[in-house]
């Protein structure tokens, strides 16, 4: 649509920075902290899966949002997950790609 758009107008797409919001487990948990309720290894699958399935899209940036209290335990893992997707943003062809 926003390509179309652009076409429209005559605007390159290309310099558009398309972004989004992805959360990390519940959406509710950025908003109200709940330390009782633990992420899974399901949550960090389910980002990276709307990751790649955004990127596959055209994504150029994902705003990502962490569930309340914020645990730097939570941004390790969550790293650790990207990588392991090739999702680092590198000049590499993503894993999902091959």
């Known amino acids: 649509m926003l390509a ?4 429209d107008i005559g605007r390159d797409f290309s ?7 992805l959360f990390l487990g ?18 960090y699958d389910k ?3 709307d990751a790649i399935a955004f990127g596959e899209k055209g994504l150029d940036l994902a705003i990502v949002y962490l569930p309340l209290p914020l645990d730097p335990a939570v941004v390790v893992k969550l790293a650790e ?3 392991r997707a090739n999702l680092t943003g590198k000049d ?5 790609a091959k």
């Open 81 to 83: 997950a990207i990588t």
């Open 26 to 43: 519940d959406p509710m948990l950025t908003r109200t902290p709940n330390p009782d309720v633990a992420l899974t290894d399901g949550d």
């Open 47 to 49: 980002f990276i899966t």
């Open 4 to 7: 179309a758009r652009c076409a």
């Open 15 to 21: 310099e558009i920075t398309t972004s989004a919001h």
């Open 92 to 96: 590499s062809e993503p894993e999902h």
